[in-house]
């Protein structure tokens, strides 16, 4: 966008539309650079007690290892569904309202099976009556991903499923507002449920978690390439080349990332930096609350308003804060 006219400033409004934020690019280049550090530090932790002296080789190995591989559209479906209905029965520890509907998982159809993303939530209709939405796969091309982790089912449920269906069962908002949709919010939390996955004791595994690092480290990855884009006048070149060094997202999915950040300029920077201020909001709560800290309470004042510009829901929750500390809050 920078070689268009008034390029910078059609970047910044780009970026301020989809992260809902008044952050300039240089400060989310200069967040996404820290967060690819921090969680490559964690990742080599994991391949260092495994027993691998550098992330590439642990990637290969991984690569080479059928054990970490699905074969098959009924394995991984089965697996999902298996991690879906461990989850289930702990998401009381996390929530006080749940949605009515139950969310299903579905294999995505085979004629969309090529273009289809590795995983999707289809959000159901506004009823209560049977499945809220389903949470569909492709085949196994991709399919390490899933056994190194299973990382995107937290996406699914609690993510995007409960998300998405308390909104639509808020009777309280307008219509528009049970449907309204800001990426910044829908995929922050979606993102911020695979940590939650983490915290109630998912990913026990180092291979799982593992695999969660990998899927946080390309939205981090996100955050430095898009800018590095359309603000600092990166190269195509230069952003393949920190893909490769700082991932192992095979080419074909390289150069289909790539491809996107040029054209849907801000879009990707939404995911991380909605994860990273709900996550700021919730240790803002968990410091000024100290033991009247609830993490339910939490959850359901940042769901319980429908999907939110990231400056909204700071205020939402500010006001939560004061309503607890003070006995008021419903």
Known sequence: MWSLPDGPARYATAVKRSTTTAMTPDEIHAIGLSEVARIEKEMKVIAGKLGYDDLKSFNAAIERDPKRHAHSREEILEIYRKYLAGM??????????????????????????????????????????????????????????????????PRGSPGHHLQISIAQELEELPPVRQQTFYTSFAEGWALYSERLGKDIGFYKDPYSDYGRLQDEMLRAIRL????????????????????????????VEVQSETDRYISWPG?????????MKILELRERAKKELGGKFDI??????????GALPMDVLEARINAWIAAEKSGKAS
């Open 88 to 153: 289930k029965p702990q998401l009381p520890k996390l929530f006080g309202r749940l949605p009515k509907a139950d969310v299903e998982v579905d294999a995505v159809e085979k004629f969309r099976e090529k273009e289809a993303s590795g995983a999707q939530y289809n959000q159901g209709p506004r009823t209560d009556r049977g499945p809220g939405g389903s949470w569909s796969t492709r085949g196994p091309r991709v399919a390490k991903d899933h056994l190194d982790g299973i990382h995107g089912v």
């Open 224 to 251: 430095v390439v898009d800018t590095g884009f359309h603000s600092k006048k990166w190269t195509r070149d230069q952003v393949v080349a920190f893909f490769h060094e700082h991932s192992a997202v095979d080419e």
């Open 267 to 275: 879009q990707a920077l939404a995911y991380k930096v909605g994860q």
């Open 296 to 305: 339910r309470r939490f959850h359901d004042a940042v769901l319980g308003a």
